[in-house]
């Protein structure tokens, strides 16, 4: 099982130049986890593509849905306590905090592509390129 952020996730649904990486990493470990936060993200990101006319609503949903069933069962609420801890030792987002949260609570990588929170938290989060190595 790994941790993965909204964007790795955005990655496999949507268009993206970390398709092809994200799909190994899927191949590699097919167990993925996400604290529930992604829910909101993701569809932030897919109104972003509604409204740039990028997806139809009805593709959306489907995207949507393809997410969800992806992650079912492997969604997490993490500490609120947790999360603060991690804001006030690195100058990540509390978003950005709860996939490392996540990863923590279940003793397994974040894979992200994302350069701050590798650089912040080096013992939990994986480049999406290093983990498919």
Known sequence: MIVVDTNVIGYL???SVHAQSVEKALKKDSEWAAPILWRSE????LALYLRK???TLRQA???MDGALNLLRGREYEVSSYEVLRLTSESKC???DCEFI???NDLNVPLVT???QLLREFPSVAVALN???E
Request: charged share 10%; proline share 0%.
């Open 101 to 103: 949260a996540a990863a």
């Open 13 to 15: 649904f949507l268009s």
């Open 53 to 55: 006319n990028l997806v």
């Open 130 to 132: 290093a983990f498919i």
């Open 93 to 95: 987002s509390a978003y």
């Open 61 to 63: 949903q489907q995207i």
């Open 42 to 45: 993701f569809r932030n990101v």
């Open 113 to 115: 592509v994302d350069k």
